[in-house]
């Protein structure tokens, strides 16, 4: 069974330019959510989707959208980048397991903003 | 306020000891509690989970849930080089709601 795929690994762009990450979830599972990790804030919830509709939002500014298709796949888009965008995005697809649900995490990809 | 608060670190230790990694939250609806172990240029993987109130042993791995004080912790024992990582919390009411912790990155020193 293939993992969560993200593309691409690795990404620099200059500020004010924007940026457009992709992820293919485990096939059958229909929730992607997104986050950010940096060293000094960690990992931190930037949104999630289930079904193509958003289902809930962490705090980050409207700079920051997704969007997901009909066969699962999600992508992310960051406008206007700020050197504070430079991080490592993560995307993890999950799909209920009885009652708990276990988060499957792609390699992430690294962007840096320069 | 946030749901799961967790201390960065870094985390220092020698090899051969114990290791505390701890986690508050604030959400009483939380009934599943699992930890995530995440290597340098990885994604986070899950390491191992809770049920409830209680501990969990596997091998050198114990996972300890305390409700009433909304407390999660991790031990690991006999640390070892290998279990240098970032290790996140990650507290779940069941269902798609699970909210995950920033992480503590664990350095083993040989």
């Known amino acids: 069974k293939a993992g969560v795929t993200q593309t691409p690994r690795y990404l620099i762009k200059t500020r004010g330019q924007q940026v457009t990450l992709s992820c293919s979830p485990i096939s059958g599972h229909r929730s992607v959510s997104w986050y950010q990790q940096t060293p000094g804030q960690g990992l931190q919830f930037l949104f999630e989707y289930f079904s193509e509709t958003q289902r809930n939002k962490g705090n980050f500014p409207g700079r920051f959208s997704g969007r997901q298709f009909s066969n699962s796949r999600s992508e992310m888009n960051v406008s206007t980048l700020e050197l504070g965008d430079s991080a490592l995005y993560l995307c993890?697809?999950?799909?209920?397991?009885?009652?708990?649900?276990?988060?499957?995490f792609g390699q992430g990809t690294r962007l840096t903003v320069v | 306020q946030k749901e799961v608060e967790q201390d960065p670190g870094p985390l220092s230790v020698p090899e051969g000891a114990i290791v505390s990694l701890n986690c508050t939250y604030s959400?009483?609806?939380?009934?599943?509690f699992m930890w995530y172990r995440q290597y340098s240029r990885k994604g986070p993987e899950l390491l191992m989970y809770?049920?409830?109130?209680g501990n969990k042993e596997d091998g050198r791995f114990t996972a300890q849930v305390d409700k009433s004080s909304k407390y999660i912790s991790l031990f690991i024992r006999d640390s070892q080089p290998s279990d240098s990582a970032t290790y996140l919390c990650?507290?779940?009411?069941?269902?798609?709601?699970?909210?995950f912790g920033a992480g503590t990155r664990l350095f083993v020193k040989a």
């Open positions: 993890a697809s999950s799909s209920p397991t009885g009652d708990r649900t276990e988060a499957f």
């Open positions: 959400n009483s609806a939380f009934q599943y």
């Open positions: 990650a507290p779940s009411t069941g269902g798609f709601k699970t909210i």
């Open positions: 809770t049920y409830s109130s």
